[in-house]
């Protein structure tokens, strides 16, 4: 009885490590083959291109990262406990693993290489982009934005002829415009942190990405965003679970 105990626990525990890290997948084509895409949560994502495997803001608490493709190329947007883990960069770094981060990550990373807004780096043919990512409306109590400028980075990465977009902790900022041939992009969309509906509209007209994916949108109603943008049939909007 006991051994039969033994084993249902067993595979129930497979079960629940199984689905925690069953995450909806997207693909993307490219001039060099496919961009797989998996939506991990909130403001974490992975990126397979090429066989090499990229990490945005890995953390535990929103996947078992024992599970998941060891890093060939990390990449934190910013200090943030929801966005920076230690543990979960110990857990899928392997030797020759790339990291960069801002600056005020680098401490709590323990290594890695310090990008700051408009820096730029390689990985293995992956072009790298460090943007601002800060607020401008959304301060705390003491009147400090939540994302301070110049603190936080945006990524975009271009693989072979798709640029994409991962905005980090953001509002619609002014820089926004300078951003150019963006293919797809992952913009914040929770208050008080980052962005409401309406301030996401306004970014993607500002840069016209081909797809739009929201996410970090804790309880915010995606649904108000799809109608703000019902109209603009150059952008695509794809609701995936990134709360």
Do not use: W
């Not at 990373?109 to 800060?134: E, Q, R, W």
């Not at 693989?159 to 150019?180: C, R």
């Amino acid at each position: 009885m006991r051994n039969l105990f033994a084993i249902i626990v067993l595979l129930l525990s497979v079960y629940i490590l199984k689905a925690q890290n069953n995450f909806q997948t997207d693909i993307i084509k490219t001039s060099a083959g496919d961009l797989k895409i998996t939506f991990i949560g909130h403001g974490t994502l992975m990126f397979e291109f090429k066989n090499i495997i990229t990490h945005i803001d890995p953390v535990s608490r929103y996947a078992d990262y024992s599970q998941l493709p060891k890093a060939d190329l990390i990449l934190i947007t910013h200090h943030h406990g929801d966005h920076l883990d230690p543990k979960a960069i110990e857990t899928i770094k392997k030797d020759g693993t790339k990291l960069f981060c801002n600056e005020a990550s680098l401490q709590t990373a323990k290594s890695g290489s310090v990008l700051k807004n408009g820096d730029t780096a390689s990985f293995n043919g992956i072009k790298i982009l460090a943007v601002p990512a800060y607020n401008i409306i959304n301060k705390s109590e003491t009147g400090q934005a939540f994302h301070p400028k110049g603190m936080g980075n945006g990524y975009v990465l271009t693989f072979a002829n798709v640029k994409v977009y991962v905005a980090g902790d953001t509002e619609n900022v002014p820089e926004m415009k300078n951003l150019n041939g963006i293919d797809i992009a992952f913009l914040p969309m929770n208050l008080p942190y980052t962005m409401t509906p309406s301030m996401v509209a306004d970014a993607v007209k500002m840069f016209n990405p081909k797809i739009l994916y929201p996410y970090h949108y804790g309880n915010t109603n995606v649904n108000e965003l799809v109608e703000l943008l019902k109209d603009k049939k150059d952008c695509e909007v794809r609701i995936r679970k990134m709360n």
